[in-house]
């Protein structure tokens, strides 16, 4: 009798892990083609640039890309385009890009680069960007918010809040 009851709870333990596995499979390949197609979206962008010129961002196809999402009003965004900066200048010879989207007024951003000049393109994403970022994974849509893709063009991380060291040395490693 304890051997049976024992049997059984181990046959229901198993039948609860299958369902719980065969759930899990479902609901992510479900996701992936909504993210395949946000991602392929993503690729066929264009903004423009703060100097009056297109940033494209199939241009960026093939390496790896951390776009990061911010504004000249958000004070953690601000605080971490140096971090950006400092990035873009260390990983560049092993064929990073960053990418800033800024989701700002676009003569906030002129003048807010006048004072901070960055070493990696700024598309002007506009608040149409908050949109693109919920596509990319920032249900919120708050600021800052980053994602890294790999050079196969996928999404590899995301990240709502300020980047640390630890995050950029983590996402290093993918390229």
Known sequence: MKLRRRTLGMAGVALAAAGAGAWWS???FQLRPVLDKAEAAFWQGEFDGPDGGKVRVADFRGRPLLVN???TWCPPCVEELPMLNAFQLAQ???GWQVLGLAVDQPSAVRSFLKKLP???PVGMAGFGG???SRTLGNPSGALPFSVVF???GEVQHRKLGKVSDADLNQWAELG
């Open 92 to 94: 560049a010879a092993r």
């Open 26 to 28: 479902q609901r992510r």
């Open 69 to 71: 999402f911010w504004a």
């Open 150 to 152: 790999g050079a196969s």
């Open 118 to 120: 960055l070493k990696f």
């Open 130 to 132: 908050t949109e693109l």
